[in-house]
């Protein structure tokens, strides 16, 4: 059965600064690997997707890479500002009779002004 | 606009009751999926459809049921036997099992 690490569970950094939220996942035989936002309160929004095949993928100030054979994916946010602040969370899609995104437990991300 | 509508927002149950959560989506999308979020813990599959009128228990389907009567709904019923149905529920949707998914804002139950 997948299981998902996010690892820290808590970072707080200040305005301006790069950063780096890291995932961990057991099962190497994912689809694809999604990473998603959370603020207090409300649903998920996805920020990327990246597929088996790809090794990288990036959208404005956000960059997340997967090394499907380690089990590991990262999350690169430049530049943070305090509109960053949420709970990221990394979900990679399992198949095998269990087509499902797992999610790990998030990492909670304040953006000190 | 495109994208998933939950309601209600808020819904109060008390003890015994079923109660029914809506999610409707407009993306045209096949692939439907129910989460519970518990805090401190991750999100946890509740049931998964890939196609109309068909639909798979996930890994916490004991006191819940679905149906997939029409592409853009999927509504959850929370039964009686569900014994701790407090707790924050995210539908989502996917063009197949495999693309992106997307979520909808989410409906928090609480038993009062």
């Known amino acids: 059965k997948q299981e998902v690490t996010q690892i820290p569970a808590a970072l707080s950094v200040p305005e301006g600064e790069n950063l780096v939220l890291n995932c961990s996942f057991t099962?190497?035989?994912?689809?694809?690997l999604q990473w998603f936002r959370q603020d207090p309160g409300k649903g998920l929004t996805s920020l990327l997707l990246?597929?088996?095949?790809?090794r990288e993928q990036t959208s404005g100030r956000l960059n997340a890479s997967l090394d499907k054979s380690s089990g590991r994916s990262t999350l690169y946010i430049a530049a943070s500002q305090p509109g960053d602040s949420a709970t990221y969370l990394c979900?990679?899609?399992?198949?095998?009779?269990?087509?499902?995104?797992?999610f790990g437990k998030g990492t909670k991300l304040s953006v000190i002004p | 606009d495109g994208g998933i509508t939950q309601s209600p927002k808020y819904l109060f149950r008390k003890e015994g009751q079923n109660v029914t959560l809506s999610c409707e989506q407009n993306?045209?999308?096949?692939?439907m999926y129910w989460y519970r979020q518990d805090p401190g813990q991750g999100l946890r599959l509740i049931y998964y459809?890939?196609?109309?009128?068909?639909?798979q228990k996930g890994d916490i389907a004991e006191g819940y049921s679905v149906s997939r009567e029409k592409k853009e709904s999927f509504p959850l019923t929370v039964t009686s036997a569900q014994k701790n149905p407090t707790a924050f529920y995210l539908c989502?949707?996917?063009?197949?099992?495999?693309?992106?998914?997307?979520f909808g804002q989410g409906t928090r139950l609480t038993v009062v």
């Open positions: 979900a990679p899609y399992s198949g095998a009779g269990s087509y499902q995104l797992t």
């Open positions: 099962d190497s035989a994912i689809y694809n």
């Open positions: 993306l045209n999308h096949d692939a």
């Open positions: 989502a949707s996917s063009i197949d099992r495999d693309t992106e998914a997307f």
């Open positions: 990246i597929q088996s095949s790809q």
């Open positions: 459809s890939q196609i109309v009128n068909d639909f």
